[in-house]
């Protein structure tokens, strides 16, 4: 029986008992990765579908499904395609926002909002093996963060981008706190392709999460390799 605190949807039961798969790696192993990562890649299931392949080969060191228009039947059976690419290519795969299915499908972890589960309660469903991501919007919330217990932030949107609709930029200040204040692994986000990864690079990131400018490039593969190597350089975030 599911408890109460666990979500169930499409009737669909949801462990996280440790009897749900799990991928290959463990927390000593993740951890070690998200330290040495530097391009993250989001996308929902079509961006998934045109772009992942490509991305993991031009060099993506994460991979974070984020479909908010999709039933739990239809994240459980992309995310196992997911996993099976990263696994492949060396990559680790997050879920957004969805603990229960994330350690449901064997993800090496999920990712959270501000306005989401808290990094605690979502530890506790994944298990301490597993990663927890968390956004962030401004310098305060960098720091509260770094502190939070989870396994990296994001910070950002450095500009406005349609994936945060209503979320104002904030430009690349927070960024530049990040680099001289965060201890913890973190990635600038927001509105970052081949024309503005430069100025975040300056100020401090090493490690970048990108969307449309490799889910929606004619060439994925080309461009995730353009905008890992354009991370070199970057002073340690």
Known sequence: MVPPSQPRRNGLPLTTDGSAPACETVGV???ARLRDARLYFVADRGGMEHALEGALA???DLFQLRDKDADDDELLAAAATARSLCEAAGALF???DRPDLAAASGADGVHVGQDDMPVARARKLVGDDALV?????SMQQAQAGGRSGADY????PVHATPTKEGRPAIGVEPIAYAAAHVSVPWFAIGGLDAGTVGAV???GARRIVVVRAIAH???PEAAARALRAATNGGRRG
């Not at 991501?133 to 919007?137: C, E, Q």
């Not at 932030?153 to 950002?156: F, L, M, Q, R």
């Open 133 to 137: 991501g968390l956004s962030t919007h």
């Open 94 to 96: 997050l879920l957004n």
């Open 217 to 219: 490039a004619d060439d």
């Open 58 to 60: 031009g060099g993506v």
């Open 153 to 156: 932030i994001a910070v950002g």
């Open 201 to 203: 690079v300056k100020a």
């Open 29 to 31: 192993d993740r951890r």
